[in-house]
Nanobody
Framework: QVELVESGGGLVQDGGSLRLSCAAS????????MGWFRQAPGKEREFVSV????????NYAASVKGRFTISRDNAKNTLYLQMNSLKPEDTGIYYC??????????????WGQGTQVTVSS
């Protein structure tokens, strides 16, 4: 079992930056893929980015590629999402997720409670 707790969300202006963190408990963090998803008001949850267990593989949604960077520190059981050049359309609740299949089919077994990101124009 892995418990996930996100932090780092907030209100930022168009073009600004935020860094999200996801602290994980449990001994399996370093052996599973991790990722970020988001849900905008009135929309379905969508994939943002994924990283494999070692950090050697990453993948991004087209809408964030070149602006967001996912990373992980297995020694600290923590996942990160550095978000630069933020746009109002990046507004939403950002969820951390983890699971052995996440890098393959983007299906998470573990989910955090989410952190709100609001980008003002």
């Amino acid at each position: 079992q892995v418990e996930l707790v996100e932090s780092g969300g907030g209100l930022v202006q168009d073009g600004g930056s935020l860094r999200l963190s996801c602290a994980a408990s449990g001994r399996t963090f370093s052996s599973i893929a991790m990722g970020w998803f988001r849900q905008a008001p009135g929309k379905e949850r969508e994939f943002v980015s994924v990283i494999n267990y070692s950090g050697s593989y990453t993948n991004y949604a087209a809408s964030v590629k070149g602006r967001f960077t996912i990373s992980r520190d297995n020694a600290k059981n923590t996942l990160y999402l550095q978000m630069n050049s933020l746009k109002p359309e990046d507004t939403g609740i950002y969820y951390c997720a983890g699971g052995p299949r996440l890098a393959l089919d983007r299906k998470g077994d573990y989910w955090g409670q989410g952190t709100q990101v609001t980008v003002s124009s």
